[in-house]
């Protein structure tokens, strides 16, 4: 798809959206690995429970569209919807996540590399059942009111996760991070960028506002891509702590600052709501290191 069509077909997207009416109704280190044949465990996905499988343009209060304002965190729920698919968010991606015995879940991811879809460890990988997902379908910039993926969509069978968080998800998640591997280059060709990554101390940021923004579980509704703002609360070596408002669905969703230039910096990894603060996965050193790692990835042909 050539830029210049793409960006007049996103123009009349958002012209669309804003005239539609509201809508109803083993070390640490070691990561498991999906590749068909050769995987390690069968793969299948499963929500633990627990977790949410989980702007600055032409931005709404949800109260506009949508479905009814819910009680977040501080109160009303402040998200609101991402209209024009600009930087970054066309970088970020609703996730159909089918399991072996063909139940659907949803979830969001983030593009760090060409092929790699970075989401949570609990949206690929599946507790009850001790199985990865059979197959994941990434739609970046699913937001728009068409009847089709306007940046296309691609299906993956290849994932990534930590072995730990496998053996107690519970216990373990700080290790609730894991990949998605696209089988090509394809889709990230429409997509036209990925997001950069860094440890919060490095960019001497945690006292910046903070941007959470992800795709809620539709519920046969149109997707949206919502975003949260707000400022960290605390943090460890693993764990990033804030007042954002999020939904199912949201489990996988980039936690970005700006930086001086304009560019988006992830800082965390959302999966988790205790019912008083939202939690997300610190990028570390080693989250950093691991993520490197499988934006390397190229998938064997099948």
Not at 106 to 120: D, K, M, Q, W, Y
Not at 210 to 224: I, Q, T, V, W
Not at 245 to 269: A, H, L, Y
Request: neutral net charge.
């Amino acid at each position: 798809m050539r830029r210049a069509s793409l960006t007049l077909i996103l123009s009349i997207a958002a012209c669309l959206l804003q005239a539609q009416p509201p809508q109803e109704s083993v070390s640490e280190n070691t990561d498991l690995t999906s590749i068909g044949s050769d995987e390690l465990f069968d793969f299948e996905n499963t929500t633990a429970r627990g977790y949410e499988s989980a702007g600055m343009y032409g931005e709404c209060k949800i109260a506009d569209r949508l479905f009814p304002l819910t009680k977040g965190l501080n109160g009303n729920d402040d998200r609101k919807e991402v209209i024009r698919l600009a930087y970054p968010y066309y970088c970020i991606a609703r996730l159909i996540i089918i399991k072996k015995d063909g139940k659907k879940v949803e979830g969001t991811g983030f593009f760090i590399s060409e092929r790699c879809v970075i989401t949570a460890a609990h949206n690929i990988y599946f507790d009850d059942t001790k199985e990865f997902a059979k197959e994941v379908t990434v739609i970046p910039g699913a937001n728009v009111p068409l009847d089709y993926p306007v940046l296309g969509q691609a299906t993956a069978t290849t994932m990534r996760c930590m072995k730990k968080y496998t053996e107690d998800p519970k216990k373990n998640r700080k290790y609730d991070y894991g990949a998605v591997i696209l089988p090509d280059d394809t889709l990230f060709e429409n997509v036209g960028s990925y997001l950069g990554y860094n440890d919060i101390d490095s960019l001497g940021k945690s006292n910046m506002d903070m941007e959470l923004s992800g795709y809620p579980r539709a519920d046969n509704k149109m997707p949206r891509q919502l975003k949260s703002t707000g400022k960290i609360t605390r943090y460890d070596e693993h764990h990033l702590h804030y007042i954002m408002d999020t939904s199912k669905g949201q489990s996988g969703s980039p936690v970005f600052i700006w930086n001086n230039k304009r560019e988006c910096i992830v800082v965390g990894m959302h999966h988790h709501d205790n019912g008083r603060s939202n939690q997300a996965v610190r990028v570390n050193e080693a989250v950093m290191a691991k993520w490197n790692e499988w934006s390397k990835i190229k998938p064997q042909k099948q």
